[in-house]
């Protein structure tokens, strides 16, 4: 009887380990995921707010223009 819980609990444990190796990648790969959309929305709303800025010194023809680029 021991001996079918020993081997049971071998197989849970390889179940885990493997389990364990999958999660740690697929986090991994959700961090790096979340960084590369983290950095690309950090540059466009710098952009965004540098051609605000540079607009409200413009004319209003002319601040539409950049707008809309």
Same mark, same amino acid.
């Given at each position: 009887?021991?001996?079918?819980?020993?081997?049971?609990?071998?197989? %849970? !444990? /390889?179940? %885990? #380990?493997? !389990?364990? /190796?999958?999660?740690?990648?697929?986090?991994? #790969?959700?961090?790096?995921? +979340?960084?590369?959309?983290?950095?690309?929305?950090?540059?466009? !709303? #710098?952009?965004?707010?540098?051609?605000?800025?540079? +607009?409200?010194?413009?004319?209003?023809?002319?601040?539409?223009?950049?707008? /809309?680029?």
């Amino acid at each position: 009887m021991q001996y079918i819980q020993q081997e049971k609990l071998h197989a %849970i !444990r /390889e179940t %885990i #380990l493997k !389990r364990k /190796e999958k999660l740690a990648e697929n986090k991994r #790969l959700d961090l790096a995921t +979340s960084h590369n959309i983290y950095t690309e929305l950090t540059t466009f !709303r #710098l952009d965004l707010l540098t051609t605000y800025a540079d +607009s409200l010194l413009m004319e209003k023809e002319a601040a539409n223009e950049v707008m /809309e680029q």
